[in-house]
């Protein structure tokens, strides 16, 4: 990224003509925007590293309009993340090893979004999407939001989600979530893209407490 601002890296060059392009493009930008410099230059911060991770996400996806456009009605409205508590804070009671009770919101580009979320089920409604992929470890695709069980509502708009583990040697610590307008925008080519995304933040992050 030599003589270009940070910024730039939004732009989207001709060669993105599909999903699989613009991930691919998306996850080698975000090599090149963290990487490291003259240190310490914050790059392996978490909070540092999740921020610009959910601001190049979000960023690219609205100046992706083929797939993604208000026109469309498929305008990614949300991107960021959720993590384990004792990321936050050294005094948590949890371990970074054992399931927490809640996940807590981290770095993410978007309207205001629920400060937590639970990880504990009720009588009467299951867990949301997030908390579904953290425990499962798996990424969870939802074409519907509304006719997923325990989803929760932080902003109405919101039509169909995906949320992607992020796992540091096998242990989950954490979900990327992305939230868009249109119903059923996201599928495998999405999947496949979001988890090399999410490989290539978690090695950049240091993940020591």
Same mark, same amino acid.
């Not at 493009?25 to 490291?36: C, D, K, N, R, S």
């Not at 305008?75 to 009770?101: D, I, M, Q």
């Not at 979320?117 to 009588?123: A, Q």
């Given at each position: ?9 939004? &732009? ?20 090149? #925007?963290? &990487?490291?410099? $003259?240190?310490?230059? *914050?790059? $392996? ?5 999740? $921020?610009?991770?959910?601001?190049? #996400? ?16 498929? =305008?990614?409205?949300?991107? +960021? ?12 009671? %949890? ?10 919101? @981290? ?6 979004? /629920? ?12 867990? @949301?999407? /997030?908390? &579904? ?14 006719? =997923?069980? +325990?989803?929760?509502?932080?902003? @109405?708009? %919101?039509? $169909? ?22 119903? *059923? &925008? ?24």
């Amino acid at each position: 990224m030599t003589g270009t601002t940070h910024a730039d890296s939004l &732009a989207l060059p001709d060669s993105v003509q599909s999903k699989g392009d613009f991930y691919d493009h998306v996850t080698e930008t975000l090599g090149h #925007l963290l &990487a490291p410099a $003259s240190p310490p230059d *914050g790059t $392996s911060n978490l909070f540092t590293t999740a $921020s610009n991770a959910a601001s190049l #996400l979000f960023g690219s996806f609205e100046n992706y309009e083929a797939a993604w456009g208000r026109e469309a009605g498929r =305008r990614v409205n949300w991107a +960021g993340f959720y993590l384990h508590p004792s990321l936050l804070s050294r005094t948590s009671p %949890t371990p970074l090893k054992e399931t927490p009770s809640t996940l807590i919101l @981290g770095p993410f580009h978007g309207r205001p979004a /629920c400060n937590s979320v639970s990880l504990k089920p009720t009588k009467t409604r299951p867990v @949301g999407v /997030c908390a &579904a992929s953290f425990l499962a470890g798996e990424t969870v695709v939802v074409p519907d939001v509304e006719a =997923r069980p +325990g989803h929760i509502a932080c902003d @109405g708009v %919101t039509k $169909s989600e995906i949320v992607v583990p992020v796992k540091v040697e096998g242990v989950v610590v954490g979900v990327l979530d992305v939230d868009c307008e249109g119903l *059923g &925008a996201f599928g495998e080519e999405d999947r496949v893209g979001l988890e090399k995304f999410v490989e290539a933040f978690v090695k950049v992050v240091d993940w020591s407490l």
